[in-house]
C-alpha cells in the first residue's frame, strides 16, 4: 500500500511541476507552503523562461543571458536564492532593471556578475556600474514603476489644488467675518484684523 502511494506521488509530482515548470529546466517541489527550486543553469538559454509563480530557488547560472527585461522577476515574491554568475551581460541600459533588482534582493549575488560587452566595460562588476558607464538612458524604470510615478504625481497636484482652495476658502471666510461684523456693529469702531476694500 505504502508503495502504489509512494508511487502516486511520484506520478503526480511532475505532472504538477510540468504546468509551471519551464520546459528548458527542471524544477523540484519543496512542498506547497515553501515553494519551487527551479534549475536553469548550464541550458544555454538567451532569454529568460517564463517561472513558476512559487519559484523559491532559481539557478541561472552558465548561460547565455545578456539582460533580464525590465518587470521579470518583479513576481517572484517566494525568491530567497539567486545564481546568475557566468553569463555574458550586456551592460547598456538593458542592465539597469538587474542592477537595482539585484541591489534590494542581493548583494552578494550583484557583486559576482561582471560585463561582458562592451569593451570598454568588459569584466566590471555590475554593481560598479554607474550612469556615465551607461550612458543616456530614455527609458530606465519598467512600465509598472511608471504608471506609479504618474499616478503619484497626479495625488500631489491634487493635494495642493486641495490645499490653495481650503487656503483661499479661509481667506475668503474672514471677509465675510468681518463684513458681518461690520454690518452689525456700524456704530462701534472697526476692529483692526478687518480691512475695508
Same mark, same amino acid.
Given at each position: 500500500?505504502? &508503495?502504489?502511494?509512494?508511487?502516486?506521488?511520484?506520478? &503526480?509530482?511532475?505532472?504538477? !511541476?510540468?504546468?509551471? @515548470?519551464? $520546459? #528548458?529546466?527542471? @524544477?523540484? $517541489?519543496?512542498?506547497?507552503?515553501?515553494?519551487?527550486?527551479?534549475?536553469?543553469?548550464?541550458?544555454?538559454?538567451?532569454?529568460?523562461?517564463?517561472?513558476?509563480?512559487?519559484?523559491?530557488?532559481?539557478?541561472?547560472?552558465?548561460?547565455?543571458?545578456?539582460?533580464?527585461?525590465?518587470?521579470?522577476?518583479?513576481?517572484?515574491?517566494?525568491? #530567497?536564492?539567486? +545564481?546568475?554568475?557566468?553569463?555574458?551581460?550586456?551592460? /547598456? @541600459?538593458?542592465?539597469?532593471?538587474?542592477?537595482? *533588482?539585484? +541591489? /534590494?534582493?542581493?548583494?552578494?549575488?550583484?557583486?559576482?556578475?561582471?560585463?561582458?560587452?562592451?569593451?570598454?566595460?568588459?569584466?566590471?562588476?555590475?554593481? +560598479?556600474? =554607474?550612469?556615465? /558607464?551607461?550612458?543616456?538612458? =530614455?527609458?530606465?524604470?519598467?512600465?509598472?514603476?511608471?504608471?506609479?510615478? *504618474?499616478?503619484?504625481?497626479?495625488?500631489?497636484?491634487?493635494?495642493?489644488?486641495?490645499? !490653495?482652495?481650503?487656503?483661499?476658502?479661509?481667506?475668503?471666510?474672514?471677509?465675510?467675518?468681518? +463684513?458681518?461684523?461690520?454690518?452689525?456693529?456700524?456704530?462701534?469702531?472697526?476692529?483692526? =484684523? @478687518?480691512?475695508?476694500?
Amino acid at each position: 500500500m505504502e &508503495l502504489l502511494a509512494m508511487l502516486g506521488c511520484v506520478l &503526480l509530482l511532475p505532472t504538477v !511541476l510540468g504546468e509551471d @515548470c519551464p $520546459s #528548458q529546466c527542471s @524544477c523540484w $517541489s519543496l512542498g506547497e507552503p515553501w515553494g519551487t527550486r527551479v534549475d536553469c543553469s548550464s541550458r544555454g538559454l538567451r532569454a529568460l523562461p517564463t517561472l513558476p509563480r512559487l519559484t523559491r530557488s532559481l539557478r541561472l547560472h552558465n548561460n547565455s543571458l545578456a539582460s533580464i527585461p525590465a518587470g521579470a522577476l518583479d513576481s517572484l515574491g517566494h525568491l #530567497q536564492e539567486l +545564481q546568475l554568475w557566468d553569463n555574458p551581460w550586456h551592460c /547598456d @541600459c538593458h542592465i539597469l532593471y538587474l542592477k537595482l *533588482w539585484l +541591489q /534590494d534582493f542581493s548583494a552578494p549575488a550583484l557583486a559576482r556578475l561582471r560585463c561582458a560587452s562592451p569593451v570598454r566595460l568588459r569584466m566590471k562588476p555590475l554593481g +560598479q556600474l =554607474t550612469g556615465n /558607464d551607461l550612458g543616456v538612458c =530614455t527609458r530606465l524604470l519598467p512600465t509598472k514603476c511608471l504608471q506609479f510615478f *504618474w499616478r503619484d504625481l497626479i495625488l500631489i497636484a491634487g493635494a495642493v489644488i486641495t490645499l !490653495l482652495l481650503v487656503a483661499w476658502a479661509l481667506k475668503l471666510s474672514k471677509k465675510l467675518v468681518c +463684513q458681518l461684523r461690520l454690518g452689525r456693529r456700524l456704530n462701534r469702531s472697526i476692529p483692526k =484684523t @478687518c480691512k475695508i476694500l
